[in-house]
């Protein structure tokens, strides 16, 4: 383990050693279109969840309680497997309040945070999302997590930490929630390591910054700068060395051009 990583942010989580119960998906919050199965997955149960027929618009479902640091230390976490993708995988995983809708998918409604498969945006408590990532496939394993520390919501695949987290947020009463819109879309779902995430090495950071990224056409070369300097970057470019500069005269105008960058920095 990394000598930096705090020492509070390795205390035992809910079902690993801890004695307390780790959370499960509750069949009395299932919506109608879906059903659910358990089997055993290390000191807790892995779920399966399949959309049985298409929601309307959506279904939901719910674990048996809510993130909170006495039962499950600094940081809170789960994964799921994507199994079947349906017609388009519209699946959506986050955390929510309790006794969210069955209707609705995690992210469009307050209070909701959450990544959605079929466009790779993320939803935070409204039903406009922001671009994220890629869609997802079958196999990919989705992480969401409560940083209760950090108050922040963090989003990880295959057992990377993805993007930007959802920072400011109040983390009291927040439930994992799992949303579906159709027919035949199948996740598995488990709440105990072991995890595809290393969560002894969690650690989100100083708030990460949207970039873009500044392509010079001359050379190809490219420059990432933070959202609130780009323009200052795009009329001003970085002062050139000596020798280039002696060869300014005998050079083309630089040309510059900028495009969006799905990239953050610390």
């Known amino acids: 383990r990394p000598e930096s990583t705090p020492p509070s942010r390795l205390a035992p989580r809910s079902g690993s050693g801890s004695g307390t119960r780790a959370p499960e998906l509750d069949p009395a919050t299932l919506a109608g279109c879906l059903t659910l199965s358990t089997e055993p997955h290390g000191r807790g149960t892995c779920a399966t969840v399949t959309c049985t027929k298409k929601g309307s ?5 719910q674990a048996t309680r809510a993130f909170s640091p006495p039962l499950d230390g600094p940081v809170a976490y789960f994964e799921v497997t994507i199994k079947k993708r349906g ?3 519209a699946i959506g995983v ?4 309790g006794a969210y809708s069955k209707t609705k998918m995690p992210g469009w409604e307050p209070v909701s945070h959450a990544w959605h498969g079929d466009d790779g945006c993320t939803f935070n408590s409204c039903g406009s999302g922001t671009p994220f990532s890629a869609p997802w496939t079958e196999g990919d394993v989705i992480g969401c997590g409560v940083d209760f520390e950090r108050k922040a919501v963090f989003l990880t695949r295959n057992g990377m930490l993805q993007g930007v987290p959802f920072r400011g947020v109040d983390t009291a009463g927040l439930v994992a929630t799992l949303g579906f819109q159709t027919k035949g879309e199948t996740v598995s779902v488990v709440f105990t390591p072991p995890f595809a995430y290393d969560l002894d090495l969690h650690d989100i950071g100083q708030p990460q910054l949207a970039v873009h990224v500044l392509r010079y056409l001359d050379d ?3 420059r990432a700068v933070n959202l609130a300097v780009r323009d200052y970057a795009i009329a001003r470019p970085p002062p050139e060395e000596p020798a280039a500069a002696a060869q300014k005269e005998s050079r083309k105008p630089r040309q510059l051009s900028w495009q969006a960058g799905n990239r953050a920095e610390r």
């Open 57 to 61: 618009p959506a279904g939901t479902v």
């Open 87 to 89: 017609p388009s995988g």
């Open 94 to 97: 986050g955390v929510a309040r």
């Open 220 to 222: 190809d070369s490219e």
